[in-house]
């Protein structure tokens, strides 16, 4: 090389492991193959060279090796872009051919360590000096501090001794570009958009030659509706839209929502559900903007700001210098200079970085506790959430999340102040539990000492050792102006030592609680072990509020009386920065106002709002009545049979009331659109009503339109549905013999979902080996060391591979083709019976509730199996008590058949068999 680089591969073994056992590929180039158990010993004396380290471990048994990970390397040399965390993975994102077994795939990593030192040692040869130095810099850092990879690293950059060394070169944020402020935007016109030029838009998006879906420009006329103007305040153009899979509904609302955008100077929001789904849209837009740079201007992904890394958490990583720390911050480092916009949890942060360097060195680097401090941070100019924020302003479509539109609304806006005028709402069915959660309270153990946490800042031995700052750090150079902001900022603080402080879980269980929140929390903890059967069980423990036992409502009262002490003193305190906004508006920058709103904001929603509810419940508790509107009850959540939290909580009966009121009343226009709107009862107007209900189009003054497009997809022919009669559900050994039969006959590329946890374990336990024996590998969300966004993309990929989760991946999996060909759903579904579905049940209709939901469930499973028009699969229900009432929950055509298993695996293998 021309800069003086060489390749040096590491003088290791190569390690893989499998189900049953490993291969080991020696420095002398010799396989040998060993039991698991070899290999554990094998991997903690040698330090191998292996794919994902923590699975591997996970595999071996192990809870940790010294190893040379292949993966650190890859994001390293290629930072901000994707693959696969697997042996076959990576080979394939260097241009290598797919391994077929265990000693390929060994072979398969030196190949791929040599491929991608070389590339370093290319791109370090033709790139700029100034870059070439940021990169050798960071490489001898890395090494300095025990970096397996850092000498095969600084050889291939061409780095001698000493020569590398860059002592800035950590420090990135220096060489990020700056966020431009503009003018206020304009607000949003009235301009409307019909369904003629909807239908031209949509038909430009899609191309020449593009195959004609009428169903799809339907669709796209259809939600036009929402895009037109209003005509009463409080009475929005909402439009309830199903649209069944393969409609292409997600390009027939990108085509009146960007005209929309054009036309009126103002960004189109679309909400989603899942990250799965945001990322699909990031690629679809991508043919309304072909070109990256008018991309990059329209299009921007909003998420809260706990999902971006926060550059003055990286900045104090950096600043400790600790060795152990090198290899993180070397690898962030080179991930902060490439990343499009800094999100680190669904953008193009590899999920598995966070396996391999532990989420206190990555996602602990985000602002996941509220405690930004706006303009007073240095890089407050090159922040990515504010970067985020102020594109979103100038966009055409914003693309965000349920969660995010809500809490926004519920706080009277976004960012600087504005709810956007049209939302579009994609996995719609969500809507209902998205509202649950977002307009939930929660006092609990774990809320309030968080919430004492962001008040104080870390105490005790964690003072000295976190990065948290207080309220007091945050706002002290902003309330020196008032004696009334300053007495108010002391007063919260003292008051916030009412809340539970660290070693309150121990102190509880001990029955030596401090202050009035610990002491209302024992009492609680004591009516629930008092008032429930499973005090021995490993899972969480719920009761009602009444009666209380003796001591809670007087405890309760205290309780009520400090959180009022608390919330006073915010509020002169809140009060008091907003005055600074009014008083100084002629002198304020506008970063100083920008922080100011930020912080009135935080307090609102990480302290008042929370407050606010706490008090409403505390106050029901004391009067020994039952809210009306509202569900309150008593808990300990519990994991593996351990107290890990406790408290009392409050939804609402229907969550579509907060929702309707802060989200679509004030809106002008709003779509919600899902493939599984609607029941599957058999009554058309029922089902409607079902969809009105759950979006909360029922609370509005004018009802909603309806629109229905049916799915393009033949199902009768592509699908068929079997019910296994003679499988008992409750024994796991049954249960795990029909999972395995049943993906041997398919071949692979089978789904198994789980409604609970345990029977998911049980199960892979069973089959693992079984299915490994004939070539399947078989991913496991729940016990495989990866996150399941990784674990379904790994499914994705492997034709062979079989998956086995739980709703999370019911919900949130999109695999077209033969990756998914067999779904195995173990029981029916039916609701979880607890005090809040109890009392929705009450609300909601009874049993025709349970049935509503469970056909819903049902509907979202079905759905994942046929994604293009010419997959095909099988859909098996391992429960003999599945009613025929719920057999709507499955398209028109498709008539549930109850078999016994051994006819279930014959009619699985024939009729995938011939496909």
């Known amino acids: 090389m021309s800069n003086g680089s060489h390749i040096v591969l590491p003088h290791a073994p190569v390690l893989v492991t499998g189900v049953r056992g490993a291969v080991v590929l020696g420095t002398d180039g010799e396989f040998k193959r060993l039991s698991l158990a070899q290999a554990a010993r094998f991997a903690r004396n040698e330090s191998p060279l292996v794919c994902h380290g923590p699975a591997v471990a996970t595999k071996l048994g192990l809870e940790d090796f010294l190893r040379l990970d292949v993966l650190e390397l890859f994001a390293f040399v290629r930072p901000a872009r994707f693959c696969l965390p697997t042996p076959r993975g990576v080979a394939e994102a260097v241009g290598l051919p797919r391994p077929v077994d265990l000693e390929d795939e060994a072979e398969a990593l030196l190949t791929v360590v040599r491929r991608l030192l070389e590339e370093l040692a290319a791109t370090a040869a033709a790139d700029k000096a100034a870059r070439v130095v940021d990169t050798r810099g960071l490489a001898w850092m890395m090494a300095r501090g025990g970096w397996g990879w850092g000498n095969a690293v600084l050889a291939a950059l061409g780095v001698e001794g000493d020569s590398g060394r860059g002592g800035g070169a950590a420090r990135v944020w220096e060489r990020l570009p700056e966020w431009s402020e503009f003018a206020p935007e304009p607000p949003a016109g009235s301009i409307p958009v019909d369904p003629a030029e909807t239908r031209t838009r949509l038909a430009a998006i899609l191309g020449e030659g593009a195959e004609q879906r009428p169903s799809q420009a339907d669709y796209a006329s259809a939600v036009t509706q929402a895009f037109l103007p209003r005509d009463k305040e409080g009475e929005p153009r909402m439009v309830l839209a199903e649209a069944g899979t393969g409609t292409g509904k997600t390009l027939g609302y990108i085509a009146p929502a960007s005209l929309w955008a054009e036309k009126n100077l103002a960004p189109v929001w679309i909400s989603t559900h899942t990250r799965n789904l945001q990322r699909q849209l990031d690629t679809e837009l991508e043919r309304l903007f072909p070109l990256p740079q008018d991309k990059a201007r329209k299009v921007v992904i909003r998420k809260g700001r706990e999902n971006y890394v926060c550059l003055l958490n990286f900045e104090e990583l950096v600043s400790r210098g600790r060795n152990h720390d090198a290899a993180a911050t070397g690898l962030l480092a080179r991930w902060v200079l490439a990343t499009r916009d800094g999100d680190m949890v669904g953008g193009d942060f590899p999920a598995w970085l966070v396996e391999l360097l532990g989420r206190t060195r990555t996602m602990g680097l985000a602002d996941r506790r509220g405690e930004c401090i706006f303009s007073a ?13 102020r594109r979103a302003r100038r966009a055409d479509i914003v693309v965000a999340n349920h969660a995010l539109v809500m809490i926004q609304a519920a706080l009277g806006g976004l960012d600087d102040g504005a709810m956007p005028t049209r939302t579009v709402f994609d996995e719609g069915h969500h809507v209902f539990d998205a509202a649950d959660s977002a307009f939930s309270a929660h006092l609990t153990g774990m809320e309030a000492a968080e919430l004492r946490r962001w008040l104080l ?44 402080g660290p070693g309150w879980l121990t102190r509880l269980t001990e029955g030596e609680p401090q202050g009035p929140a610990e002491t209302f929390l024992a009492l609680v903890r004591q009516q629930v072990y008092a008032r429930t059967n499973g005090s021995d069980s490993p899972f969480s423990l719920e009761t009602e509020t009444q009666p209380p036992v003796d001591g809670l409502v007087e405890a309760a009262a205290e309780l009520a009386n400090a959180v009022g002490r608390l919330g006073v003193p915010l509020q002169v305190l809140q009060k008091s920065l907003a005055g600074i906004l009014d008083d100084e508006a002629a002198e304020l920058e506008s970063a100083t106002r920008s922080r100011i709103e930020g912080i009135c904001r935080s307090i609102e929603r990480r302290a008042l709002l929370p ?20 569900v309150d009850w008593l808990s300990v959540d519990r994991i593996l049979g351990r107290d890990v939290d406790v408290g009392m909580h409050r939804h609402w009966v229907d969550p579509t009331i907060p929702f309707a009121k802060a989200v679509v009343g004030p809106s002008h226009g709003v779509v919600v659109t899902s493939a599984t709107l609607r029941d599957g009862s058999g009554d058309t107007e029922a089902d409607w009503r079902v969809a009105e209900r759950r979006t909360g189009a029922v609370h509005l ?32 050994d049954q249960v795990a013999s029909a999972y395995r039969e049943l993906f041997l006959a398919a071949g692979g590329g089978g789904l198994g979902l789980f409604t609970a946890i345990s029977r998911l374990k049980a199960v892979h336990k069973r089959i693992s080996c079984p299915l490994e024996d004939a070539g399947i590998p078989l991913l496991a969300q729940h016990v495989d060391n990866m996150d399941t966004a990784t674990l379904v993309d790994i499914f994705r990929a492997e034709e062979e591979a079989c998956l086995l989760g739980t709703d999370a991946v019911r919900d949130g999996v999109d695999v077209p083709g033969r990756s998914l060909r067999l779904i195995v759903f173990d029981r029916v579904p039916w609701p979880r019976p607890d005090i809040l579905h109890k009392a929705r049940r009450a609300e909601f209709g009874g049993r025709s509730y349970d049935d509503m939901i ?33 057999f709507g929950a499955f398209p028109g055509g498709v008539e549930p058949v109850k078999v016994g298993l051994a006819e279930a695996v014959r009619q699985t293998s024939a009729f995938l068999g011939d496909r």
Do not use: N
């Not at 706490?614 to 039952?626: H, P």
């Open 377 to 389: 941070c240095f890089h407050y100019r090159k922040c990515f959430i504010e970067r985020s924020i």
């Open 457 to 500: 800042g870390p105490e005790g031995d964690m003072a000295a050792r976190s990065r948290a700052r207080g309220l007091h750090r945050r706002t002290e150079d902003l309330v020196g102006h008032s004696e009334d902001a300053v007495l108010a900022l002391e007063q919260a603080l003292t008051a916030a030592r009412a809340l539970p």
């Open 611 to 630: 407050l606010a509810g706490w008090k409403a419940m505390l106050s029901t508790l004391c009067e020994g009545g039952i809210a009306r509107q509202f």
């Open 701 to 732: 003054p004018q009802p909603a339109l309806r629109a229905v497009v049916a799915s393009p997809f033949d199902y009768p022919t592509q699908t068929k549905v079997l019910i296994v009669t003679d499988v008992r559900k409750d024994d796991m």
């Open 854 to 886: 469970t056909r819903l469930r049902l509907k979202q499973a079905f759905g994942r199996l046929i994604r293009r028009a010419g997959d095909h699969g099988v859909f098996v229900l391992l429960d003999p008590m599945m009613p025929s009432r719920l």
